[in-house]
Nanobody, 118 residues
């Protein structure tokens, strides 16, 4: 079974909004960082945003002020609220979890397509 399940992608017009969700299996260690990567056509995968189990968040410069990452530890879920979307935000978005500590594992979601176009 899938250990990360992500939802929320779709097609939006420029300036629109989407909210991505990713839920982690209970088998994943609770001390972790959760975040989102994206990969556009012909581009390398890049980190978009990440948040620790204590709530500290970081963003790539291009999304600061437009995107907000948050997490609900009780639900083992991370969210990415995306506002003021631009065509250059078009990409497959991948949920990411990194367990903290020695031997911590990395997990990837299946990816969800976000398309911003007129």
């Amino acid at each position: 079974q899938e250990q990360l399940v992500e939802t929320g992608g779709g097609l939006v017009h420029p300036g629109g909004s989407l909210r991505l969700s990713c839920t982690a299996s209970d088998s994943i260690f609770s001390a972790n960082a959760m975040g989102w990567f994206r990969q556009g056509p012909g581009k390398q995968r890049q980190l978009v945003a990440i948040v620790t189990d204590s709530g500290a968040a970081n963003y790539v410069d291009s999304v600061k002020g437009r995107f907000a990452i948050s997490r609900d530890n009780a639900k083992n879920t991370v969210y990415l609220q995306m506002n003021s979307l631009r065509p250059e935000d078009t990409a497959v978005y991948y949920c990411y979890v990194q367990e903290i500590g020695a031997g911590g594992r990395t997990y990837w979601g299946q990816g969800t397509q976000v398309t911003v176009a007129s």
